[in-house]
């Protein structure tokens, strides 16, 4: 019965842990492209760890095969934030 009830506990824990990591990880940033020069304000979805250094390396790469340079990644936060940040990125709203 013990067993049980550990089983049973720890299934909870688990599944409780789960939406937690689930939760969506996303940056703001800005970026250029030259010739002419271009600049944007930009939300993405963050997939990796969940922290700017990881938000800078992921979003380089992405940004550069669309030929953008990334210029810095402003904040890094979860999804309550993604509504005040919409309207402001406009078309780079989770684009890249």
């Known amino acids: 019965m013990k067993h049980d009830a550990l089983s049973l506990l720890t299934g ?11 939760a969506g990880c996303y940056a703001d940033y800005k970026a250029k492209q030259d010739n002419p020069l271009r600049l944007h304000y930009g939300v993405a979805e963050i997939r ?8 800078r390396s992921e979003l ?6 669309q030929g953008w ?18 309207n402001s ?7 890249f």
């Open 12 to 22: 909870v824990l688990l599944a409780a842990a789960v939406p937690a990591s689930a």
């Open 48 to 55: 990796g760890a969940c922290n700017a250094n990881a938000a």
């Open 60 to 65: 380089a790469g992405r940004l550069s095969a």
């Open 69 to 86: 340079t990334l210029l810095n990644v402003l904040s890094v936060f979860g999804e309550e934030g993604l509504a005040q940040r919409k």
């Open 89 to 95: 990125a406009g078309s780079n709203y989770l684009r």
